[in-house]
């Protein structure tokens, strides 16, 4: 099939998942947006979740290239910003709100190809950090990547916070806060200091134990020990 005509086929698909919902999404709706025969389409996507899926991970509005910013912090941030317009700006926002939730109800739907299909080209970003000897590109990706990328979905769509402003607060987690080292060091000086009050006090029990001690000697009293 020409490039061209399956993009006018995955955005008829995309666009019709957005304004009517999964459930009212069809094959029949989709040629008749798209122009295209529903033979033709049944041809190359037998169902409606192999279609709907395939217009996921490979349509245009849906298009994802791993930032290169030069640093693994950049490219972090840019990859936040990037969930942040996908999840903000139409058409693509009601599509994700759209596919998350037709894949609440519709396991057959297999959304998680899709994130699988977006973590195989974010690995990008920590093999170039990792050939530049940056100390932070021998965390966990997916544990990185899930933690940023969650913020900014439990926030646009469970929270409802729209903002950009406070949705760009996510991009603060991959963000080494300014004066951590003083904060560090402060902790450090508490605490030698906690175990120097602690040694002090016990050298002072120590020492009024020892003098109790002698002065009962001193008066021939022999301090109790027990019994035998």
């Known amino acids: ?59 245009d509005a849906l298009a994802f290239d ?24 139409p058409p693509s926002s009601d599509i994700a709100v759209a596919a998350l939730g037709a894949a609440v109800h519709h396991p057959e739907l297999n959304i998680g190809a899709f994130f699988a299909d977006r973590f195989a080209r974010e690995q990008e970003i920590f093999e170039r950090a990792r ?20 913020a900014v979905w439990v926030r646009a769509i469970f929270r409802g916070a729209a903002g ?28 030698r200091r906690r175990r120097g009050r602690r040694r002090r006090r016990g050298r002072r029990r120590s020492e009024d134990g020892q003098r109790r001690g002698g002065g009962q000697r001193r008066r021939g009293v022999t301090p109790w020990r027990g019994d035998p």
């Open 66 to 89: 791993p930032p290169d910013t030069g640093t693994l912090r950049g490219d972090l941030e840019a990859l936040v910003e990037g969930v942040i317009a996908l999840l903000t700006s």
């Open 131 to 150: 050939s530049r000897g940056e100390p932070a590109a021998t965390a966990d990706p997916l544990m990185v990547l899930d933690l940023l990328a969650g």
């Open 1 to 59: 099939m020409a490039p061209r005509k399956q993009q006018e086929i995955f955005d008829a698909t995309l666009a019709l998942l957005a304004r009517r919902g999964y459930e009212s999404l069809t094959i029949e709706g989709v040629a008749e947006l798209s122009g295209v025969n529903k033979t033709t389409i049944y041809r190359w996507w037998p169902s409606k979740p192999a279609l709907l899926a395939a217009a996921l991970m490979e349509a």
């Open 164 to 191: 950009g402003g406070r949705l760009r607060q996510a991009g603060g987690l991959c963000r080494p806060r300014r004066g951590g080292r003083r904060r560090r060091g402060r902790q450090r000086r508490r605490g």
